[in-house]
C-alpha cells in the first residue's frame, strides 16, 4: 500500500517540480483554487525548472557524492525511473514532452490554514486534454494493480460530482481530472469545490484576487517557482499576533525589529525563485516598507541617503563576512516608541546601575558613542603562535564596530575589557600582551602553554589570541591577532576609497565556499571518523569521500544573503554565485 501510495504522489510530483517552455498560454491554475485559501506554492512554468536544475554542473557533482549515490541506486528511485520509462513507452513521448504537454499550463499547491488536518489541493494543469486521460487511465491502471498485489485495506473507489469523475484511495487521496486539468487533494470536500469552480467560473477563485496580482508584480520576472501567504492569519493568530505588538519580548525587538514592524504591516509576503545569470534568486517580498514604518525601523534601517551599511570585509581565508546596520543609541532615544512603560522602566533602572561595571560610563551614555554600521567576519587561520595545538580547530573571528565617538567609547571598552580579561586570565591564565601593527596599538592576550588548565581538556583555548584595538573610527575585538592585523590593513586600505550616497540595503552576507572548504579540511579528521560511523564504510572509502565532499564545497562560489527596506516594499535577497562571479 505505501508503495502504491508513494508511485502516485511521485509521479504527481515529477509533474509538479519540472517547468515546461509555452506554446501558448493555457488557463490560469488559480482559477481552480478557492479564494478563501491562505497558502499557496505556485510552478508557472513546468519543464524549465527540471532543464535548469539537473543542467546545473554542481548537481552532476553531488550525484557522484557517496551519500547522494546510494540515493540514486536505491530500490525506491530505480522504480520511479521504471514508471516514468513505463509512461514514455505506453504514451509516446520522453518526458520533457510528456510534461510540456501534461503540466505545461503551470501547477499549484493551496492550503486553507486550520488547526487540524488543513485541507491540501494541488492543481496540474495541462494543454492536451486527450492526452491526461490517457495519462489518468493509466495511473488508475497501475494504482489498481498496486493494490491487488499488495491487498490492501484500502481500495480505488470511483464516484461523481457534478458529472466529473472522482477517485478515492483511503480517507485522504482523492482525485479527478476536470477538462485539462488534474486535481488530488487529502478532502474531498476541497476536491469538490475545485470542481466547482472549473464549472461555475473563477469569480469565487484566487485568480482574480488583487493580493494576487500584487504579488506577481513584487515578485521577479518570470520566476522559476513562487509562494504566496495571507498574512492576515498570522496577525489574527493568538500566539503570533503578540510577537507584532509592542510588548513583544525585548530580545525580539533588538534582534528582529525592523522585520516584525514591517510584517505586522504587511497584507501577505511572497517568496520566489529565479535565475539570475549563471546563478539563482531565492527571494522573500511583503509590501510594507519604509512608509508608515514605526521607532523600531529607524533603528535597523539605515537612512535613505547617506546610510549605506559598509562593504563585507573579505581577509585572506574569509568564510563569512556580515555587514549590518544597528543603530543602537536609538533605543535609548526611542524608548518610549519602541518598548511599554514596564520595559522603559527596566532598561532605565539597568542604566542607573551600569555605571558600576562601565567604568563610572552609563549604558545609554555608551550606547550614544556606538555607531550604527557593524560588521563581522570569520575566516581560517594561517598560522598559530602556540606550539601546542588545539585538539578541535575553531576560525578566527572578529566584530569591527563604527563609532560615534570613538575616544570614549574607546577609554570605556579599554577598562571593560581588561577587567573581563583579568577574571579570566586567573581560570586560564591569561597573559597580556601589547603589541603593534601599522602604528596602531593592540591590547593583546595570549594562554601560557606551560599551564594546566582542568575546564579545557581539549586545548580549545590555543585556538585564540584574543585582542582589541581602534583603527579611526572603528572598534575590532579579535579572536586572534593575525585576523587583527589583516583588517587593520582592510580599514586603513577602504579609508581612501569612495563610498556611495545611499542604499535601501540594511544588512548583507556572504558565505565563501573556499573558505569553508579549507576549513573543512582542517577537520577532515572528525569528518572522516563521523562517515565512518555513520555510514559504515572503509577507511579508504571515507577519506574519497572526506575528500569528494571538500571539493565540492570549494566549487559552489558565493552565497549572498541581503535584505532592502524601500519605500513600499521590503526584501531578503538570497544569490548563490557560481565561481568567477560577483
Not at 515546461?20 to 478557492?34: K, S
Not at 532543464?51 to 553531488?62: R, S
Amino acid at each position: 500500500m505505501r508503495c502504491t501510495r508513494v508511485a502516485f504522489v511521485g509521479l504527481a510530483s515529477l509533474m509538479i517540480g519540472v517547468a515546461t517552455a509555452r506554446a501558448e498560454a493555457p488557463a490560469d491554475p488559480l482559477r481552480l483554487v478557492p479564494d478563501t485559501t491562505d497558502l499557496v506554492v505556485e510552478i508557472r512554468h513546468p519543464r524549465l525548472v527540471a532543464e535548469t536544475l539537473y543542467g546545473l554542473e554542481v548537481i552532476k557533482k553531488v550525484e557522484a557524492f557517496g551519500p547522494v549515490r546510494e540515493i540514486l541506486e536505491s530500490t525506491n528511485y530505480r522504480r520511479f525511473h521504471q514508471l516514468v520509462a513505463y509512461f514514455e513507452k505506453q504514451l509516446g513521448a520522453k518526458w520533457p514532452e510528456l510534461l510540456d504537454r501534461l503540466a505545461g499550463g503551470g501547477a499549484v499547491a493551496a492550503v486553507k490554514i486550520q488547526p487540524d488536518n488543513a485541507p491540501v489541493l494541488l492543481v496540474v494543469q495541462g494543454k492536451d486534454a486527450a492526452l491526461l486521460r490517457r495519462f489518468a487511465a493509466l495511473g488508475l491502471q497501475l494504482l489498481e494493480q498496486e493494490v491487488a498485489r499488495n491487498d490492501g485495506k484500502d481500495h480505488l473507489e470511483r464516484g461523481k460530482h457534478r458529472g466529473v469523475d472522482t477517485y478515492q484511495l483511503g480517507k485522504e487521496l482523492h482525485a479527478a481530472v476536470t477538462g485539462t486539468a488534474m486535481l488530488l487533494s487529502n478532502k474531498a470536500d476541497a476536491l469538490h469545490a475545485a470542481i466547482d469552480l472549473s464549472i461555475d467560473g473563477p469569480q469565487k477563485s484566487l485568480a482574480p484576487s488583487p493580493k494576487i496580482s500584487e504579488a506577481r508584480n513584487l515578485a521577479p520576472a518570470d520566476p522559476l517557482a513562487m509562494l504566496w501567504f495571507n498574512m492576515d492569519v498570522a496577525h489574527k493568530n493568538p500566539q503570533v499576533k503578540d510577537v507584532f505588538a509592542k510588548g513583544r519580548d525585548p530580545f525580539l525587538t533588538v534582534l528582529f525589529g525592523g522585520w516584525l514592524d514591517t510584517a505586522r504591516r504587511a497584507s501577505f509576503l511572497t517568496a520566489a525563485m529565479a535565475k539570475e545569470g549563471d546563478g539563482f534568486l531565492f527571494t522573500l517580498r511583503m509590501p510594507a516598507g519604509r512608509e508608515g514604518s514605526g521607532g523600531e525601523q529607524s533603528v535597523h534601517v539605515p537612512p535613505p541617503s547617506g546610510g549605506e551599511v559598509l562593504p563585507p570585509l573579505e581577509p585572506p581565508g574569509v568564510i563569512l563576512s556580515h555587514s549590518f546596520y544597528l543603530d543602537v543609541g536609538k533605543f535609548w532615544d526611542y524608548r518610549a516608541k519602541i518598548f511599554t512603560p514596564e520595559q522603559i522602566k527596566n532598561l532605565e533602572d539597568a542604566d542607573t546601575k551600569s555605571a558600576l561595571v562601565l567604568a563610572g560610563q552609563k549604558l545609554s551614555t555608551l550606547l550614544k558613542h556606538a555607531g550604527a554600521r557593524h560588521r563581522f567576519v570569520s575566516a581560517n587561520p594561517r598560522t598559530s603562535p602556540y606550539k601546542r595545538q588545539p585538539k578541535q580547530p575553531v576560525p578566527a573571528f572578529a566584530v569591527v564596530a563604527e563609532l560615534r565617538d570613538s575616544a570614549e567609547f574607546t577609554k570605556t571598552m579599554n577598562t571593560v575589557l581588561r577587567g573581563v580579561a583579568l577574571i579570566g586570565g586567573s581560570q586560564f591564565k591569561l597573559k597580556l600582551s601589547d603589541a603593534k601593527h601599522c602604528n596602531y596599538k593592540l591590547i593583546a592576550y595570549r594562554f601560557d602553554e606551560e599551564a594546566k588548565v582542568n575546564q579545557d581538556p581539549n586545548d580549545i583555548r590555543f585556538n585564540f589570541t584574543p585582542c582589541f584595538t581602534t583603527v579611526g573610527n572603528y572598534f575590532i575585538a579579535s579572536s586572534t591577532t593575525e585576523l587583527c592585523h589583516d583588517l587593520i590593513d582592510l580599514l586603513e586600505k577602504e579609508a581612501n576609497q569612495k563610498r556611495g550616497s545611499g542604499s535601501s540595503v540594511a544588512m548583507r552576507t556572504v558565505g565563501y565556499a573556499p573558505g569553508a572548504a579549507d576549513s573543512l579540511a582542517v577537520g577532515a579528521d572528525a569528518l572522516l571518523a563521523q562517515t565512518i560511523l555513520s555510514r559504515a564504510v572503509t577507511l579508504d572509502e571515507a577519506r574519497a569521500e572526506t575528500k569528494t565532499l571538500i571539493e565540492l564545497v570549494r566549487q559552489l562560489g558565493q552565497v549572498k544573503l541581503e535584505t532592502e527596506y524601500h519605500a513600499t516594499d521590503f526584501r531578503v535577497n538570497l544569490r548563490w554565485l557560481p565561481p568567477g562571479t560577483r
